[in-house]
């Protein structure tokens, strides 16, 4: 971990400074990328496979050395298992048990020259866990997993296990690539320190699997107990992100974004093509213009609004270039601009045009999204 001296003193603190780096405490490259990219450093390139377990692939000699401490363990178990396919949640799982059975309890993550984290000082929330349906048919789900996997000898008792599984849902982070891609989750201990805002004052990003957090802002000084990440898509609405942050983090966010009304997010185009006001689909005619709003046009307006949210959710893990431009059509003339639904859209759009190399498209879209950002 490399964290800068002069900003743990009372110093003024630029926006884009790095803050922190840090190395993960465990982590597993996603298994729908397993055979591209690099198990330990999550490179891509030519890779060889593990001539043990046929399940991880790595760059070369080295990366499969540097990973072999905890891959020892799990190399046996996944050629056991073979032709199964373990689960990235139960693979992340038995790695942070078997780190911790090798004496990672100790382990220190640094945020600062003097303040720590421990894999214990992580939030759990336990009684949260416990009291969430689905996230204990999960648990339940896992544990049966694991007990194949790992063997009765390494699992810990139900509460440990219980512990473990709620410090990994509340405290992962998606390790991205380069183009935003999700290529792997892992656990900071130091990075878990941070608290969560709609409006934040920080970024997490990621070269390889280090976790690199910069400053958004300009910041009096650096003060870690003020410091806010987002933890969700700010391209979603306020209800969307609030929803999402109760059930997957047990709180809901006051920050100043989401005091604030957002009636753009919802808004349709106005019928009246020179006229570029939004207009909200619960009244009748636009307000700037006074054009009135069809039955046919608000019809129209839902049944697209439906279509999009439909292929978002689908495009969620893979953006697809084709339905994008199929949604962008659709909206075209019925979803205002800075429609939340449409910027997502443009925004799914651009990372697929980047992924396929259409850099035209991608020039084109990145434009558009400018104003739905600022």
């Known amino acids: 971990m490399r964290i800068k001296s002069q900003y743990c003193k009372r110093v003024p603190v630029s926006k884009g400074t790095t803050i922190l780096c840090e190395n993960p405490f465990s ?23 593990c001539s043990g377990c046929q399940y991880v692939y790595y760059c070369d000699h080295n990366c499969q050395r540097e990973s072999w401490p905890i891959h020892k ?86 509460a440990e296990l219980m512990g473990i599984y709620g410090r990994i849902c509340i405290n ?12 792997g989750v892992g656990i900071y201990l130091g990075a878990s320190v941070m608290d969560h805002s709609c409006k934040p004052n920080a970024v997490a990003v990621f070269e390889g699997t280090t ?38 983090y047990y709180f809901c966010c006051n920050c100043e974004k989401c005091k604030q009304a957002e009636p753009m997010a919802e808004a349709a185009a106005c019928p009246n093509s020179s006229c570029d006001f ?33 292929h978002l959710e689908t495009m969620k893990t893979m953006a ?16 205002h601009s800075f429609n939340i639904q449409h910027i997502r859209t443009l925004d799914t759009a651009f990372i697929a045009a980047v992924n396929l190399e259409c850099w035209e498209d991608a020039e084109l879209y990145s434009k558009e999204l400018v104003p739905g950002y600022l």
């Not at 990219?37 to 390139?45: A, N, P």
């Not at 987002?230 to 929803?243: A, E, M």
Request: with cysteine.
């Open 73 to 158: 363990t799990e190399c046996t178990n996944l050629k056991k298992i073979s032709p199964k396919v373990i689960p990235d949640a139960a693979r992340l799982m038995a790695r942070v048990i078997i780190k911790l059975n090798q004496g990672g309890a100790d382990e220190i993550g640094y945020y600062s020259e003097t303040n720590f984290r421990k894999f214990k000082d992580l939030m759990s929330h336990y009684s949260d866990i416990k009291k969430d349906i689905k996230r204990m048919e999960h648990f339940t789900s896992l544990c049966g997993v694991l007990l194949e996997f790992l063997g009765e000898t390494l699992i810990p008792n139900t």
């Open 320 to 335: 697809y270039l084709d339905v994008s431009k199929i949604c962008l059509k659709k909206q075209k003339g019925i979803l």
């Open 172 to 183: 992962s982070f998606n390790i991205l690539d380069l183009n935003m891609n999700s290529i």
């Open 211 to 248: 976790i690199i957090v910069r400053t958004l802002v300009d910041l009096p000084f650096l003060d870690w107990s003020q410091i806010r990440i987002s933890y969700v898509d700010l391209l979603n609405s306020n209800k969307d992100r609030q929803g999402e942050l109760h059930h997957s």
């Open 27 to 49: 982590y597993v490259v996603r298994s729908a990328v397993r055979d591209e990219r690099c198990d330990y450093c999550l490179q891509s390139g030519k890779l060889s496979k």
């Open 278 to 310: 939004p207009c909200l689909i619960e009244n009748d005619k636009c307000e700037k213009c006074g054009t009135k709003l069809s039955e046919n046009f608000i019809r129209s307006f839902y049944e697209v609004k439906d279509f999009t949210t439909h």
